[in-house]
């Protein structure tokens, strides 16, 4: 098989503004505008050798005929991630052999595919599509991401071109769902219908993923690259762990646009993004992402892999100076300064019964940890077309959301809803609760996660069920099978890190506890990340035994309307165990 060489285009970086002169470190980071763009460890080269949306042609033209075996290990473990496949964790591994074996001793000869969904807006049409896929070629798997993705499993390579068909027939696609590209952007799931959203962020949505998804000169950045706009008042698409985030404001002189905010992710090292201080008005938000991007791909950092998103690269400089870069090299003109977003108003995973503007409603439905299935998908498109509803929005919250019911539709839905085990009106429990993908299917997951917090709502609305009222709002509880924080531990009111941990002395899987993290909402000004007690832990079956001890001494010790999370970080760490 002869590898395809890359252009021009591909190779470097791709500037219309001027070369920003920099002193070159004693040890180089592999920031292209600095240290050139030789590459320096084995991603960079593979990157550099071909571009990662080439591959699409391999699979379609040679790995679909000559199945899994055929597959050039590069691209196995590299490029298909530009086209939003992984191969899946081999069952019957367990985790403490997770960090022992090679990749290709973990995987199995079949892919997840994460079918990306910018903004999480969907056609009925569209979401029957998806599930009819999972039913014909996934085993009826699906799940809802916190990135407002879908995500199938048991996926062969033979069916990979033929899947692609039938999405891009309705609009949808794989294309840089993974890799070192610009992810699925995030955007409000209630755009453009909420009674109380502050402006429609749908045009600047459609405009960055039409000019700049699946363009080559931005299709090798550092590492993984991730993009959220919201207009609504709830902040609703956790803006502060995005690379790159823009957050409606009104300012005082110019009118409606949004605050940027960069440099956000979670992961091992987790790092809270941070204001530039700007104004940008709806016209120029493509221009300011694009410019932000041009920036990681040409001085982030590539030298090391863990140190190679966008937050390092903020850390160094900071906000004076990264906006300085952006204005002066990437943008045609400087931003004016802008105001903070006020505190959100409302709970953002609009989960419930809402009024729209149009005096319709739309209806937030809560699926168990993100798990549903083709079966359920295609369900719930007959489901809302019977109630007058051919619209359906993902969440950042693993929720998924009928818009455009008629008032006299809507209890009607919400029982059908429950008939499919998507549940409108859930436990606090059940609503707050979400679970990365783990070790089902998860090659670098140490415990099993979907399962476990399954098995912890459950547990918790029979122990806690009367208490709800007392409680009041959601206790968001965050379950990952590894230290990556897929399902963002750092920032739940209990986050659990997947982990080997000894209990009475017997090493199990389990998890590390993070205790009183959170994003900006109702009940906290800004985000902030939990804290850990030294030495506390939980055996994976140990879940809602841990939950409901340190609930009930929650409501025993808080003060006042004190939250959760306030309450985790003032607590004695005895009363956290």
Not at 11 to 36: F, I, M, N
Not at 74 to 83: A, K, V, Y
Not at 90 to 102: N, S
Not at 182 to 205: C, K, M, N, Y
């Amino acid at each position: 098989m002869t590898i395809q060489q890359p252009g021009p285009v591909q190779s470097g970086p791709v500037r219309g503004a001027r070369t920003r002169t920099a002193r070159v470190p004693t040890k180089p980071h592999g920031q292209w505008l600095v240290d050139g763009t030789e590459p320096l460890n084995p991603n960079e080269e593979f990157k550099l050798a071909d571009n990662g949306l080439n591959v699409r042609e391999r699979i379609e033209t040679v790995y679909a005929q000559g199945g899994f075996a055929s597959i050039d290990p590069t691209d196995l473990h590299g490029r298909f991630r530009w086209w939003g496949l992984y191969t899946q964790r081999k069952p019957g591994i367990d985790g403490g052999r997770t960090a022992q074996l090679e990749p290709h001793e973990l995987e199995d000869e079949y892919f997840m595919l994460r079918v990306r969904i910018d903004g999480g807006q969907l056609t009925t049409h569209q979401l029957r599509v998806i599930g009819e896929i999972s039913t014909e070629f996934a085993r009826d798997s699906a799940d809802m991401t916190d990135r407002q993705n879908v995500q199938l499993h048991w996926i062969r390579v033979e069916d990979v071109p033929e899947i692609w068909r039938r999405l891009e027939e309705v609009g949808l696609s794989t294309t840089e769902a993974c890799g070192d590209v610009p992810r699925v952007i995030l955007g409000s799931p209630v755009a453009g219908i909420a009674a109380d959203e502050i402006i429609d962020p749908t045009p600047q949505i459609h405009e960055i993923a039409a000019r700049f998804i699946g363009d080559p000169t931005l299709a090798n950045l550092p590492r993984k690259y991730k993009t959220a706009i919201t207009g609504h008042p709830s902040q609703d698409v956790v803006h502060e762990i995005n690379d790159c985030a823009f957050v409606a404001v009104k300012h005082p002189e110019l009118g409606i646009g949004y605050d940027l905010w960069v440099g956000g992710a979670l992961s091992v090292v987790p790092r809270l993004g941070e204001r530039l201080g700007t104004f940008v008005t709806p016209d120029r938000v493509a221009e300011v992402w694009h410019g932000v991007t041009q920036i990681f791909r040409d001085y982030g950092y590539r030298r090391l892999r863990n140190k190679a998103r966008l937050k390092f690269l903020l850390a160094d400089w900071g906000t004076e100076k990264f906006r300085e870069v952006l204005e002066n090299e990437y943008l045609d003109s400087p931003l004016p300064d802008g105001p903070a977003a006020p505190k959100p108003t409302s709970i953002g995973d609009h989960v419930g019964v809402h009024a729209q503007k149009d005096g319709r409603f739309f209806v937030g439905a809560a699926p168990l940890v993100g798990r549903v299935s083709g079966t359920t998908l295609t369900a719930l498109a007959d489901l809302a077309e019977v109630h007058g509803s051919q619209r359906v929005r993902t969440t950042p919250y693993q929720k998924l959301i009928v818009l455009d019911i008629p008032e006299e539709n809507v209890e009607s839905l919400v029982k059908g809803l429950d008939a499919i085990g998507l549940s409108a009106r859930p436990s606090l429990f059940r609503r707050g609760t979400i679970a990365c993908t783990g070790i089902e299917y998860c090659k670098l997951a140490i415990v099993e996660t979907k399962a476990n917090a399954a098995d912890a709502i459950r547990q918790l609305e029979d122990r806690l069920g009367e208490l709800e009222p007392e409680i009041g709002r959601p206790i968001t509880l965050h379950v990952n099978g590894c230290p990556n924080s897929c399902a963002r531990i750092q920032t739940a009111d209990i986050g659990l890190k997947g982990q080997l941990v000894l209990i009475d002395g017997e090493q199990v899987p389990g998890y590390q506890v993070h205790l009183g993290g959170g994003l900006a909402g109702v009940d906290r000004e800004e985000a902030g990340l939990g804290r850990t007690v030294r030495g506390l832990k939980v055996a994976a079956d140990g879940i809602a035994d841990y939950a409901e001890r340190v609930i009930r001494r929650y409501l025993a010790d808080r003060e006042d309307a004190e939250s959760f999370a306030q309450w985790a970080h003032r607590a004695d760490e005895e009363a956290l165990q």
